[in-house]
């Protein structure tokens, strides 16, 4: 029996708290932060998630055998690296890259580089930072409109603007650069071509050797119908991508995957845990758009429902060096999940809203993203609510989750009506 720890408290700490907690084998389950939601299958620890030494104390304590890492940011701060450097840790799983790994999330410049090393398909790019501002109008007068501006850290997934008119590129750019349009982020931009085509999502989970693909999603970032308006954290999802069969995904395996791991390897970067490949599907031919080092948000919530084998097996794995013995399964049902987020997101919102109705929902399974219990289920969040729903197709998945979210009222509550419209 293992005690497990998930850091994070959304939508996709809910999902895997919901998913690990069926395990034969789970023990105990800690969530820290958590929220409303993870605090029914788990215990919810208040715990910064940057703060590793209170983690530490905390796995200690509690007899922790696995830690799974749910959002990028601890990544990127060397929490593996925290954990094998410390004799009383080293020997805790904790699913996620090491710090140098976590950098093809962490750096666009740094993955785009490693993409180019290992013949990985990506669309063409240049770097730019103060130094050499002046080269960047020739590099965007030499690429067809739109302009792709990428912040090479972390923004909060904001960090990326797509514009039509150069002038307006160039002007974005100086922003970007100059005025910290991104903070620290965006001193470093990157500007690449434009891809045309339908996007998707890949995921692999790997102890640094052998992989195993998740099943493929796509999620809808913006907030408008018709996939308008501003980016998001993601608005729902659909799993898997009618178009990726089984040859796509054979194709996506070997000039993606398989490069991406080796490459991995051949450049000693340690990475044990998820590999989010954001793809985009060029007729025919998927390139990388991005890799996140974490599981996405929504596409947790809509992947984990569609795993019908035993997760934390296949996390036990890691540790112990039977990863490639385990076995995943993956149901043939359809999934579909439309998030409830609150009036105003991603922009300015209010908090403190009373949710009425969740216990109404009998066709799907809820996962809190940003909720509280504070005299009643109240909204904590831009992203309140993930509603998923399994079919045998995508239409009656996408059904059941559009009357479920019909049943759940709070003071402002907004949700796309199109998710899969585009499929």
């Not at 490949?277 to 996140?292: A, D, W």
Request: neutral net charge; charged residues 25%; proline residues 4%.
């Amino acid at each position: 029996m293992i005690n497990v720890l998930i850091l994070g408290s959304g939508g996709r700490e809910h999902a895997f708290a919901w998913k690990i907690s069926k395990s034969s084998s789970c023990n105990k389950l800690f969530i820290a932060p958590g929220n409303a939601g993870t605090n029914d299958v788990g215990t919810n620890v208040d715990i910064e998630i940057n703060d590793f030494n209170s983690i530490k104390k905390f796995v200690l304590i509690n007899e922790v055998e696995i830690v799974l890492v749910g959002p990028e940011e601890p990544l990127v701060n060397g929490i593996y690296d925290f954990f094998q450097n410390d004799d009383e840790l080293k020997n805790i799983a904790l699913i996620g890259p090491s710090k140098q790994g976590a950098q093809l999330e962490g750096s666009k410049k740094f993955a785009k580089e490693f993409m180019f090393r290992h013949n990985i398909p990506t669309a063409k790019y240049k770097a730019f930072t103060k130094e050499n501002l002046k080269d960047s109008s020739k590099f965007l007068e030499s690429l067809s409109p739109p302009y792709v501006l990428k912040a090479d850290g972390l923004a909060a997934g904001k960090g990326v603007l797509i514009i039509n008119d150069i002038k307006e590129a160039k002007k974005e750019l100086k922003k970007m650069i100059c005025d910290g349009k991104f903070g620290k982020a965006s001193s470093t931009v990157v500007i690449e071509e434009f891809l045309e085509g339908t996007e998707l999502s890949v995921f692999a989970l790997t102890d640094g050797i052998s992989y195993k693909i998740l099943p493929s999603a796509k999620d809808y970032k913006r907030i408008g119908e018709g996939d308008t308006g501003l980016n998001t954290g993601g608005m729902g999802a659909i799993s898997p991508v009618p178009f990726a069969d089984r040859f796509y995904i054979e194709k996506v395996e070997r000039e993606i995957i398989k490069p991406t791991i080796k490459g991995l390897i051949k450049d000693n970067i340690r990475y044990s845990g998820f590999i989010f490949f954001g793809l985009i599907n060029v007729k025919g031919q998927p390139k990388v758009i991005e890799y996140n080092v974490r599981m996405g948000d929504p596409e947790t919530e809509v992947i984990l429902p569609r795993i019908s084998s035993d997760f934390l097996n296949l996390l036990k794995g890691i540790n112990d060096g039977t990863f490639s013995e385990r076995d995943l399964e993956i149901s043939t049902e359809v999934a579909a999940t439309v998030m409830l987020v609150s009036g105003g997101y991603p922009s300015n919102y209010e908090k403190d809203k009373l949710i009425l109705g969740t216990d109404k929902v009998d066709k799907s399974i809820i996962f809190h993203a940003g909720t509280k219990f504070d005299d009643g289920l109240k909204t904590n969040g831009g992203r309140v609510l993930a509603l998923t729903s399994l079919a045998e197709n995508l239409n009656l998945a996408l059904k059941a989750s559009y009357d479920s979210a019909k049943q759940i009222s709070f003071n402002k509550k907004y949700y796309r009506t199109d998710i899969g419209f585009d499929l």
